[in-house]
């Protein structure tokens, strides 16, 4: 069964903290793995990966894929509170144009 | 920019009740989806559509069924609500072809008393 398991569930960081996202997968004909953020409202979308070892970047938020051993990390330096959300891992199955969603991680940043 | 909308934010409906949630997107996507969104559980895949007319079970159809008689339109239906349909729901399109990301509605939360 296809899946997609995002760690951890939950993280309390302060302002200006470092972290790490993790999300790793089993998905057959795996065609592209996509990172959202969430807020209070619907998922918007912040990178697209389909190739291993290169990094996207936007500002903060950088993101690789890691085709070998099915993982991706989502990195996010110098947080502001303004990084609150819930980043949801999806994957993308190449045969039926699905979306396959972990369960996401739910981030706060304290001032 | 792309634009998904959802006729309803909020929606408080009765046991039993036929319900009716509605998605419009503006940029003539070919491809549609409708998911519910559970804490813990994640985003689920309900039903998606690839053209007019066209339809696709996706992970928990049991309840729920669609209609897309228009490219820009897709309903997601309840015919009989119940308490466990209670939930957040998404609305998505995307392009098709090449490309993968999903344009997501704002969302309706749906209560079923």
């Known amino acids: 069964e296809d899946k997609v398991v995002q760690s951890p569930l939950s993280l309390v960081v302060h302002e200006g903290d470092t972290v790490t996202l993790n999300c790793s997968y089993e998905?057959?004909?795996?065609?592209?793995l996509l990172w959202y953020k969430q807020e209070k409202k619907a998922p918007t979308f912040l990178f697209m990966l389909t190739s291993s070892g290169i990094e996207k970047k936007s500002g903060r938020l950088s993101s690789i894929l890691d085709k070998k051993e099915l993982f991706s990390i989502l990195n996010i330096t110098a947080t502001q509170t303004g990084d609150s959300a819930v980043y949801l891992c999806?994957?993308?199955?190449?045969?039926?144009?699905?979306?396959?969603f972990g369960t996401g991680t739910r981030l706060q940043v304290f001032p | 920019d792309v634009k998904v909308t959802q006729s309803s934010r909020y929606l408080v409906k009765r046991t039993g009740e036929k319900v009716f949630l509605e998605c419009v997107q503006d940029?003539?996507?070919?491809?549609m989806f409708w998911y519910r969104q559970d804490p813990g559980l994640g985003l689920r895949l309900i039903y998606f559509?690839?053209?007019?007319?066209?339809?696709e079970k996706g992970d928990i159809p049991e309840g729920y069924s669609v209609s897309r008689e228009k490219k820009e339109r897709f309903s997601l239906i309840l015919e009989s609500a119940s308490t466990n349909q209670t939930s957040m729901y998404l609305c998505?399109?995307?392009?098709?072809?090449?490309?993968?990301?999903?344009?997501f509605g704002p969302g309706t939360r749906l209560t079923v008393t």
């Open positions: 559509s690839y053209d007019v007319k066209m339809k």
């Open positions: 998905v057959t004909n795996f065609r592209s």
């Open positions: 940029m003539d996507h070919e491809n």
């Open positions: 999806a994957v993308f199955h190449y045969n039926t144009d699905k979306l396959i």
């Open positions: 998505a399109s995307t392009p098709g072809g090449e490309s993968y990301e999903q344009y």
